[in-house]
Nanobody, 123 residues
Framework: QVQVVESGGGLVQPGGSLRLSCAAS????????MGWYRQAPGKQRELVAA???????NYVDSVKGRFTISRGNAENTGHLQMNSLKPEDTAVYYC?????????????????WGQGTQVTVSS
């Protein structure tokens, strides 16, 4: 079983910064990709940023130039650095990992979600 835990959310004033962290644990062979999603009240969950094992990075247009996704120094960890935060960034932020696990048939890729961390941008 794989567990995914996010941390680092909180309340910040507009223009401020937060750094979210994601840690995956379990019998993981490797992480194929890590993504940060967010869901604001009454809205659909959207992909904010993603990074693959090969280093390919994507951002939603609304956060380009303000957010930076990275892999952590510790194994199976990652971060989302959020700068110049705006009230519209307020949402629950979720980490999703695509992990490679050993199965009876060999290896396979599975997707796991964290429980989410609240980010509130308000004065």
């Amino acid at each position: 079983q794989v567990q995914v835990v996010e941390s680092g959310g909180g309340l910040v004033q507009p223009g401020g910064s937060l750094r979210l962290s994601c840690a995956a644990s379990g019998s993981i062979i490797s992480i194929a990709a890590m993504g940060w999603y967010r869901q604001a009240p009454g809205k659909q969950r959207e992909l904010v940023a993603a990074i693959t094992s090969g280093g390919r990075i994507n951002y939603v247009d609304s956060v380009k130039g303000r957010f930076t996704i990275s892999r952590g120094n510790a194994e199976n960890t990652g971060h989302l650095q959020m700068n110049s935060l705006k009230p519209e960034d307020t949402a629950v932020y979720y980490c999703n990992v695509e992990v490679v696990l050993t199965t009876l048939a060999g290896t396979a890729q599975f997707s796991y979600w964290g429980q989410g961390t609240q980010v509130t941008v308000s004065s």
